[in-house]
């Protein structure tokens, strides 16, 4: 493959992603493969770490990786299978911040692409346009005189060690975990027995075919089987994973699910205890009782824009202790390394719930609002999503308008509710939001959404 045969549409806002052999193959995986390399090498980066999830086409990828990564010198230290967030702790504790992932994340088996960090930094936005220019412009580096190693490094144990050590329970818990064939089945149960927990497992062989249910916790008809688990069982709360590992999933004993962002309360609550005035990030989709809720606990809220790399960016800048966003990304800075893990955050909330004898009663007792699943909006063949909703933005009017949040697309503030739209980072759609105090007032909000979306003739909301 030459260069300019490189499909652009994969260099996506926060990752590298495609359809494997259409978009993304093994040949396009070596040239991203020396394109990293070449950044890396011009920040004085020596070896990078590793990862894959359990998707069948994981294997040649990785290995058409590491021969673009060490054909320019720069050694590679292979983890193998493991869920995303064990990559980055190799990343973090290994090989000063620089690592690779090999995941499609939620989509479909037939996706694959990479997450990537280097010194540090997730690679999102400009960063990651960058290492497609240096491929089309062939500024690659050239093969190096002597070629990396490749040092496998199993990191489980001691990516378990490390949690083990530091979250204490206060008493045995019963659990239900579910992660979908993907590969957070290999390791979570490990990881929460050493913690101290009885564990039952749902679907944790490790499948890229994900034959049971997809592996996505955001989408309520994933987490069914999970909730039927404890509801004939008697254990007190169930925990499922995405395909990486990387988010949260948290469904009560009376089959309740709570939300990325109703999680997030409980954490900022207990962070909140031992670090008054701390900074706590959100994302622009989440609910507005969150940032009264971590006001009125003392710390200081403070809005992003969607996507993991967004996020990370944010805690740097501000130097906050915690983070999340509505789709289960959780970022721990207090106790923990900073970046995204849904395993860990699962530790976390079993910590906090362990101190009581009804978990279900106080996942439930946190502040909740009426709202609606995310709703999708195809975006026409040809066009732009952000440009859609930049120019409905544009001449958008809404009655009992309290604040206008234009961080991430459109977001508006009612004295009862809130409405978003904006254009996904990762597939043509527009993404919509609401929530309310009551039924009335968000369909009122709705309905002046409908109304806006209405003006661009090509958009059809079903």
């Known amino acids: 493959m030459t260069p300019n045969q490189i499909d652009a549409s994969i260099f996506k806002a926060y990752d590298i992603r495609g359809v494997v052999d259409v978009s993304l193959n093994k040949d396009t995986a070596e040239l991203i493969g020396r394109a990293i390399a070449t950044v890396a090498l011009s920040k004085g980066i020596s070896q990078i770490a590793l990862g894959r999830d359990g998707r069948l086409s994981g294997p040649i990828l ?35 911040g620089s690592g690779i992932m090999i995941t499609g994340s939620h989509n479909p088996p037939d996706y694959n692409g990479f997450k990537m960090m280097l010194a540090g930094t997730t690679l999102a936005g400009d960063d990651i346009q960058t290492l497609r220019t240096i491929i089309e412009s062939e500024q690659l580096a050239e093969n190096a005189e002597h070629s990396g190693n490749v040092v496998p490094l199993p990191i489980a144990r001691e990516y378990i060690t490390y949690i083990s050590n530091q ?17 957070a089945g290999a390791y979570a149960g490990d990881l929460y027995r050493a913690l ?22 955001a989408k309520p008809a994933n987490l069914q089987d999970l909730i039927q688990a404890l509801h004939s069982s008697d254990a007190e709360i169930g925990l499922a994973f995405d395909g990486d590992g990387d988010r949260l999933g948290v469904v009560t004993k009376d089959g309740q699910i709570i939300y990325p962002d109703r999680q997030l309360m409980l954490f900022a609550a207990d962070v909140l205890t031992r670090n008054p005035k701390a900074k706590v990030i959100y994302d622009v989709k989440s609910t507005r009782l969150l940032k009264p809720w971590i006001e009125q606990h003392g710390g200081e809220a403070i809005m992003s824009k969607t996507g993991h790399s967004f996020i990370k960016a944010a805690i740097k800048e501000h130097g906050a202790l915690l983070a999340g966003e509505m789709s ?16 860990y955050a699962g530790a976390r909330l ?46 958008a009017e809404f009655s009992g ?42 369909d009122g909000i709705i309905a002046q959404f409908k109304a806006v979306i209405a003006q661009n003739p090509d958009l059809e909301w079903a």
């Open 350 to 395: 079993l910590e906090i719930l362990s101190a009581t004898e009804d978990p279900s009663a106080v996942l439930n007792a946190l502040p909740e609002g009426i709202s609606t699943p995310e709703i999708n909006i195809a975006v026409p063949a040809g066009q732009s999503g952000h440009e859609i909703i930049s120019n409905l933005a544009k001449t």
């Open 196 to 217: 101290g927990c009885e564990v039952k497992e749902l679907f944790c062989e490790v499948d890229g075919h994900f034959p049971n249910h997809h592996p996505d916790p």
């Open 328 to 343: 289960g990304h959780v970022f721990f800075k207090e106790r923990w390394l900073g970046f995204d893990d849904g395993l």
């Open 62 to 96: 990785a290995a058409s990786l590491i021969q673009g990564i060490t054909a320019c010198g720069i050694n590679v230290i292979d983890v193998g299978m493991v869920a995303t967030p064990m990559l980055y702790f190799a990343a973090v504790e290994h090989c000063q």
């Open 401 to 442: 308008e309290v604040k206008r949040i234009t961080i991430d697309g459109l977001r508006i503030e009612f004295e009862n509710g809130f409405g978003l739209m904006r254009a996904s980072n990762t597939t043509p759609v527009l993404v919509l939001r609401f929530e309310a105090d009551d039924q009335q007032a968000l």
């Open 167 to 183: 979250v204490q329970l206060k008493r045995t818990m019963k659990i239900v975990i579910d992660a979908g064939n993907g590969v």
